[in-house]
């Protein structure tokens, strides 16, 4: 009895364990962009065509900042096409 006990106790140990790597895993998917521009967090409701890939940013006037200073603003613009695997 105490055996089963020990067993049932480690896999459900080993399950928690497991389930508390996947939800971190899953948590480190989500990745929060920034506009490169103005710094805050964007949905991809706005974006600019950018090295054949789309750039997200926060809003109309950002979007114009880009097309129009592309190189100023291509080291963020490059690192949000990287983590956005495009």
């Known amino acids: 009895m105490k055996k089963n006990l020990l067993i049932t106790g480690a896999f459900l140990a080993a399950m928690f364990v497991m ?5 971190a ?3 480190a998917k989500k ?3 920034k506009c490169p521009v103005s ?18 940013v926060c809003c109309g006037k950002c ?6 200073s592309p190189a ?4 963020k613009a490059n690192h949000q096409l990287a983590q956005t695997k495009q």
């Open 19 to 23: 389930t508390s790597a996947n939800s």
């Open 25 to 27: 895993k899953e948590e």
């Open 31 to 33: 990745v929060e962009l």
């Open 39 to 56: 710094g805050k967090v964007v949905t991809k409701k706005v974006s600019v065509s950018y090295k054949g890939a789309e750039v997200y």
């Open 63 to 68: 979007k114009k900042a880009v097309e129009d």
């Open 72 to 75: 100023k603003f291509a080291a």
